[in-house]
């Protein structure tokens, strides 16, 4: 049961009044009530102004401090966060100091970011990740629908992660990862909040929660990659034209850690040589601006040669149609962990799948990442898929920091 005492601290004649609100061992908080009483007319034992006749402004005083309890209780039932933060915050509506007129929503500040980044020219920002920052604007506005309640921005806080994470798992049934990037998202929009806006928000929102938590090193069967022999099974089939062509597209995704975006786009004039007369493929990713260098591999020079070309670019959704029939005919039926997309329900189901089921565009990239891993510096592969530090790239690819410990145990074994 929540419980509010109100206590004097000071000796001068306009000494301050403070308020203490506690509900439960973690929650207990104290502000300054904006009253001020002299202490000889405040007894300390009531919380309560002294009935003095001398002190003709006892009632209004006593009045005014009943009200700002009353005003507390009555949101009490209706609030997601507790903090000193907000307490502070109902003081200042009794006061007249704040209402909700004035303050910012979530959703606002989403669409405030949204538009900075559009016009901003500061940092090059996607189309994609705008349009990532709008879907998790969506699902804030779903959560806000389910919960009855409209969040503003200093009450989005441990709390309101807490309950968006159960939400979003048990009712939206939602996967870690989604869930996981919208709160990654949420934090960036209270920095924008707290040092571009300077709002006041609640910095409980930081704090780290291992429900929360990067959650990969459970979810890694997920994501199929291709492995040097199958990848030499595909290069050897005998297809009809149209899925070798996209055959062909999967090798070289494979080869060059290309995204979708980028791969179909690729002609000969992104071929060029180095100062040491090596050719390489040049392009700049979409996603991220990066120009990147890519040494020209086996099945990729093979391809170019045979062809005198790239492949000839199709849809995006052909080419995950025609790459998983490719992988089907070259009888990779292992069951493995994954997710499809529910069409239905718009949303992935993870059980065990044919890996040609599992197949789709960004199996190249990640093969690319994973066939390398351990036989070069992750700092050379980093350069070609792009990731700008190694524990992305360890994420990306389902390895631990840990596992380098793996790599001295053989070396000294060896030794």
């Known amino acids: 049961m929540a419980t509010i005492k109100f206590r004097i601290r000071g000796s001068s004649e306009d000494s301050p009044i403070y308020i203490r609100f506690s509900n439960g061992r973690k929650c207990n908080f104290e502000v300054r009530s904006g009253y001020f009483c002299n202490p000889s007319f405040f007894n300390k034992k009531t919380g309560k102004i002294r009935n003095i006749a001398e002190f003709s402004e006892k009632q209004n005083l006593q009045n005014g401090l009943n009200k700002l309890e009353f005003d507390i209780r009555n949101t009490f039932n209706s609030v997601a966060t507790f903090d000193k ?60 629908i389910f919960m009855n309640k409209t969040y503003f921005i200093d009450e989005v806080g441990y709390d309101f992660k807490d309950k968006f994470i159960e939400w979003a798992r048990s009712v939206s049934m939602y996967h870690s990862s989604t869930y996981i990037k919208t709160i990654k998202q949420i934090k960036t929009i209270c920095r924008y909040a707290k040092y571009k806006k300077r709002l006041q928000i609640n910095d409980s929102i930081f704090e780290r929660d291992v429900r929360s938590g990067k959650l990969v090193n459970q979810v890694v069967d997920k994501f199929p990659f291709l492995n040097p022999d199958e990848l030499n099974i595909l290069s050897r089939m005998e297809l009809p034209d149209y899925l070798s062509n996209a055959r062909d597209w999967l090798l070289i995704s494979c080869e060059t850690a290309c995204r979708i975006s980028d791969l179909m786009k690729l002609t000969k004039e992104n071929i060029v040589r180095t100062v040491s007369a090596q050719e390489i493929i040049q392009y700049t990713q979409e996603k991220t601006g990066v120009t990147v260098d890519i040494p020209i591999l086996p099945y990729t020079k093979e391809i170019i040669i045979e062809r005198d070309a790239f492949p000839r670019p199709i849809s995006h959704q052909r080419y995950n149609d025609y790459i998983k029939l490719v992988c089907k005919k070259a009888g990779l039926n292992e069951e493995m962990y994954g997710a499809k997309m529910n069409s239905d329900s718009k949303r992935k189901v993870f059980g065990l799948y044919p890996k040609f089921e599992l197949v789709t565009s960004h199996i190249g990239r990640r093969s690319f990442a994973t066939n390398h891993y351990g036989r070069l510096r992750n700092f050379s592969i980093m350069l070609v898929t792009g990731h700008k530090t190694e524990s992305q790239f360890l994420e990306y690819i389902g390895k631990r920091n840990t596992d380098h410990i793996n790599d001295f145990h053989k070396y000294y074994s060896e030794m």
């Open 85 to 144: 933060n907000w307490l502070k915050r109902q003081v200042d509506i009794h006061h007249g100091r704040l209402n909700d007129s004035n303050r910012v929503t979530l959703v606002e500040l989403f669409e405030m970011y949204i538009r900075h980044k559009t016009i901003s020219s500061e940092v090059t920002v996607t189309k994609s990740t705008l349009k990532s920052y709008s879907t998790s604007k969506n699902r804030i506005e779903s959560f806000q």
